[in-house]
């Protein structure tokens, strides 16, 4: 448990604390500066980005500005991503309010205006309504002086304004995503009062120096430039003949608006649960030095279901604040001509998180709590249960928080840990456990929430070293479930107004551009209005839908009393149908429970795909291994899958189905997973699906496909998978397994434009003429030194970083072994020799992690295994032609006809055998000399006679025990006897390795072995610490006289083209796409030549290859762009240096 005795010396401080008025947490809100090193931030016309969001199966545009999914720009609203079409035509935020206003005609002068303001008597003439929005053109309001945009403007700072656009090259500044790092900028302007200032180089998440979803963006705008109820800025007079108002007339009366800032992130989850929704979440700061009092947040929405949109329908529901849309016919006109039509899903959005009112003495949300607030500080530090007891029954109603969240508060995790900060109203931040109770965290202890600001714990990656708060026993702004982090500490007011009606209605006229005509439509949509009419149950022709949350109150942010931030959320969510839609309704607000939260799979793996001749080289870095799961606070990773598609979805993977037949699960190309006591399949998705963890196969970081064809593009998908926690019965649902996602974005064109880091677009390509490949010389069918009997080879992943120069060196560690015991390899190393490790592992696997380009396969043998080519009388022992052969007579050197069976048990029988991986000699002396004796085992049967025969473990070096079965009792060793070959364990008893029989062959004569003669028993003997590789690498090189010799091999495909190319691209992109043919196995650097059959140069193609590429594609262009008739063409190829070829194809219609 918590530190109690650190807790308690904070007792009086914060008793202090609580005689003092409500305190608000200045540091709990981003703060951003006005300006810093010249640049000003404020929203601006020039800071607009565009970007795709496409992190599950919702693809859309968006806008930094507040807006998403803009009709007519590509992809606007598609669902399912890469398959299905648009579904929604814009999305926007509009904030609107009761402002005190000025008449105009009063004012000749801004200075009139102050003074007018500032007399104590003053009484505003009117009431006037601005109203925040920039929408596409229907909503976008621009000055009618300079035509400057009046609403919503992102800051500088929250982006990389010269980002290159990866494929065009050109400058392509888009909002910061999660998984675009270009896209990020050097350092966040919010984050400048953290320990590592501006949090360079990480991103900058809700919860922390991580993202919390799949794929996010993040970008802040303010509506400083709306200057609609200004005076004299862009003319002389007032702007608007309703009035003038000022929302900083005095600090700054360069902001306009209403002086708000506004914070957006976008969270899309690509796991199989909450892959059809997107979370819209904006929180909005009051930076004026005017307090707002009579806010209002809302959210509009137009439906576009398909091209046809006369068949849309909408509905609501109000007890789950949910309105879909769906389609008559459930089809839909394609946007481009030509394609085809594609079904249609039910689309909705969801009301979550409202502002919040924490002074009206109310329990606004009935979970039996008064004026939460997620930025409250004084708390009171309660140190025992009973003391809990009794501040919980005074100020909560305990059956209203039970009711709301299922649950006693004595059973939440403050209660049970003994300690509770009152601020954390929901009684669930708990601090480090205390596993030592020396009162201070210690490196090993389960820090719970308390990972700090940053919200990183030791076991995150990039983990930067403890920050304030990580592991003081106190709860911490930016800690996981406290104040901002929490949802449920907000005393949220909820839905309050909401309207079904048209876009024609909507955007009729000026409509969204008139502050008048929105803000009564605002009104008039509020539940608390008098003359609200609740809008039809169903809308048809294109719905256009409006959310509203209010009034509320923002302070000013100068404050420090007042809460100046408050929050506002949706859900965008996608169904096949109406059940499938809200059965992912209830997932979204699970994940909203848990302050937008989801299981967590393991770190992403990034993966590396090489091309090939008829083959791709797949590898992938080992990160995943020691993913640290922060929701279970556990080391949960359990294998790899490798997915393999022929589109960007991989669509022809996802067969396996759930019991509705629903396809749910990729199948994999292969499948890697620890060897350990977790295997099988268990039911998942409620026992509605069957997840795979797995046959123990052991973990490798490789794989080579040979199942390709050159020309055709692939995709790949390498993902990580953790083992769930598995129901314990009753109402324990368990967690599922959770696995990576992955993601392949493709342009209209259906171009590649990106990828996640665990997935890979490749086309396989015949390599250079005359091309060797990167490898190694050294000979490593066995260990360089060592006693390890089994082998290694060389996997080059990524030729390009061969090094030359290195000497490698690979050693092993194995289990403690002693005589007797086989040992078991438990790691490996690979270094520079006498340099640093570069790759280890402290559990073996099959094949090494990637070092410099390559990979070292292993073939470690099972240990005791007799290795019969090295067992038996040995011939020229020590010398290059050393041999062995269990008859003698079949060698050079021997008298004897002794023939021998050597087995590791005694007919079967294993009975006190145990196997040994060590190697043994036996050998004979001159009985002149020496003899043995074997020792006295009573009731075994054995003879005690004297024979002038030892053996010995070559591995110890130690003398071994011999046992005789003399068969015909002469007390002679001769054949037809049989020979035990033991040794004593730890606690002296007898322990046989082998059974050495003498065969009755080679005749009647019995020729007794000589001395010196001698034979030996081989095993198989795992890697050890006393093995060592050493070898070094060569780079790729391209040999001319090898190229010279392979110009033969040079062919066209397809040959004949007939119209078209197994490789081209499915319909379902925009136009036709390209038509191509493909040149192989082409000189690294040539020139082709295409001729008609008249002789006339149609097309002249030079190639520049790589060495990994000797194939070019031809359009069927010719060089005047036209494309090319049907018939049959002849290419020249000249390679200088190499030389020429000459050949023919045909195109035909």
Sequence with gaps: MVGIRMIKRFIISVWFLLILAPFYSLNAQQTIPDSLNGVVYRGAFDNIARGVIDGNLIETNFRNHGELSRWNDLPWGVWPRGVGGRHIDGIGVVVSAYVDGVAPDRVETFQDYLDIISDPGFRPDTLLNPVIINYREAGARTSPYNGDLWGWLPLPGFNNPNRVDPITLGSAPVPALSNDLDSWPDFWPDRLEEDDSGWPGTWNGRDGRFPSSDQESYYVMDDFSDYEYAFGIETNGAHSGLGVYYPSPFEDPSIGGLGLQTQIRLFQWANILAEDAMFIIYRITNKSEQDQSRLFFSQIVDYGLGQDEQDDNASYDPFLDVVFGWDSDGLADPTNPGESRYELGYAGFAFLESPANDVNMLDDDLDGITDESRFLENYLALTSQSEIDSYVSSNYNTAQFELFYGQSYDERPAYKAGIWFTTDENLDWIGFTDTNENDVWDIGEPLNNDVGADGLGPFALNYPGPDSGEGDGLPTNGEPNYNELDVDESDQIGLTGFDLNTRPFYESGDNLRDDTWLFERIEATLFSNPDYVEPPTVVANEPFILFTSGEVELFSESNPGAKSTDFFSTAWIFGEDEGDFFKNRRTVQNIYNSDYNFAQPPIMPTLTAIPGDEQVVLSWDTLSVNSFDRFLQDFDFEGYKLYKGTDNLLSDARSISDVNGTPTFYEPLARWDLDNDISGTIPVLEGQAMYDLGSNTGLEYYYVDNDVTNGKLYYYAIVAYDRGIQSSGGDDPGIDPQENTFRVSLNGAGAVVGTSINAAAVMPTTKPAGYIGGGTDTDLSKVTE?????????????????????????????????????????????????????????????????????????????????????????????????????????????STNWELAITPDRDGDLTNFVRTDHDYEVYFVDPADSTYRPPLIFGAGFSRFEIPVFARNLITGELVDLFILDNNDNDELNKGDVLFLAERDDRNRVKYRFMISILESGGSQDIAPSPGDKFKISTTRPFGRDDLFRFTMRKQVIDNDLAKDALENIYVAPNPYLGAASWERKSGSIGRGERRIEFFNLPRTCTIRIFNVRGELVRTIEHEGSFNDGSVAWDLRSNDSEDVAYGIYFYHVTAPGIGEYVDKFAIIK
């Design 786 to 894: 060592g006693s390890g009997t089994g082998s290694a080879s060389i996997s080059v992943a990524v030729e390009e970083l061969i090094d030359e120069s290195k000497l490698y060196e690979v050693t092993f560690t194995d289990s403690a072994s002693s005589v007797g015991i086989q040992r078991v390899t438990t790691g490996y190393q690979i270094r520079e020799a006498g340099g640093a490790v570069l790759a280890s592992s402290n559990q073996f696997e099959s094949t090494s992690k990637i070092v410099d380009g390559f990979i070292v396969n292993f073939m470690n043998d099972g240990p005791g295994t007799i290795i019969r080519e090295r067992t038996g009388w040995v011939s020229n022992e020590g010398q290059e032609n050393e041999i062995y052969n269990l008859d003698p007579t079949e060698l050079d050197g021997f």
